[in-house]
């Protein structure tokens, strides 16, 4: 009781402080030093904010900095979606992976316009940090490899490049050897007795998902069921969802880099364009596009 007051009599004197002496707005908000700490503390907005370093006296750095430090921080989110959605799919919950496909939906289209933080770079800019890069590439990130690994798209080399960096050696590692996302889809048809063969639903995790005649008739199964209570449809098509949003930040990606630096070597040792090029052209949950054809 003796809280409920206290807790009482602080609101009454956060309403007093806003209403401010007379002709200024009654809902101004309160701003005092504890609040602003409060704020600082939970977001750790001086941390964030000191982690852009630019390199080099180009304006345009810290442009660059900053769109990829958000677009690992969004990463980060769309990993925490799609691991959500793929736990609740190994737990037959339908509904709650169509929400958390829902939520990254939503992440993946801010991923997606990031890129637009970076459309005014131009090719003399860009040239003018590009050597402060050094080997350094968007290929080398840990997170982006993550939800590469989680589309399927497994590598062992790749984790074995971040083998010094503990953590997220660990982490990948660990992804490596878990189902994916579309894995534990294609489970969840074989448990309610769609042909999806054994040999795909219990696969070696670890090497990438090839595509398979197979799975595409159980989706065709799938879509034939048109009732609206077939969730299985909902999934299929909340997963296509997902997969053409992979398919637009590459495609952003690949326009950026041609944008800014034309068809030259990228910075991590790769063929630049071509190999974006390569990976924009890659289906995400193949037989999801090509059952389309015979429908």
Known sequence: MAMTASYDNGRSAVRGAAAGSAGEPQSCPVLGADEAAAYTDYVHTETLLSLQRPRTGEPAELDFIIATQVMELLFRLVRHHWEAARDALEADDTGSALAALRRGAGTQDVLAESWGLLATLTPAEFDRFRDALGVASGVQSASYRQLEFLLGNKSAGMARAH?????????????????????????????????????????????????????????????????????????????????????????????????????????????????????????????????????
């Open 163 to 295: 083998e010094d960096l503990p953590l997220a050696h660990a982490e990948l590692e660990r992804a490596l050897a878990e189902p994916g996302l579309y894995d534990a889809a294609l489970r969840l048809l074989r448990r309610r007795g769609l042909p999806v063969p054994r040999e795909v639903a219990e696969r070696d995790w670890r090497r990438p998902y090839a595509a398979d005649p197979r799975v595409g008739r159980a989706w065709a199964e799938v879509y034939a069921d048109e009732r609206p209570e077939n969730d299985l449809l909902r999934l299929a098509e909340a997963l296509l969802d997902t997969a053409e949003r992979v398919t637009r930040w590459r495609h952003r990606h690949l326009m950026a880099v041609k944008r800014a630096m034309g068809a030259k070597p990228g910075t991590g040792g790769s063929s630049g364009l071509d190999w974006l090029a390569r990976n924009a052209a890659q289906d995400v949950f193949p037989e999801l596009w090509s059952l389309r054809t015979d429908v």
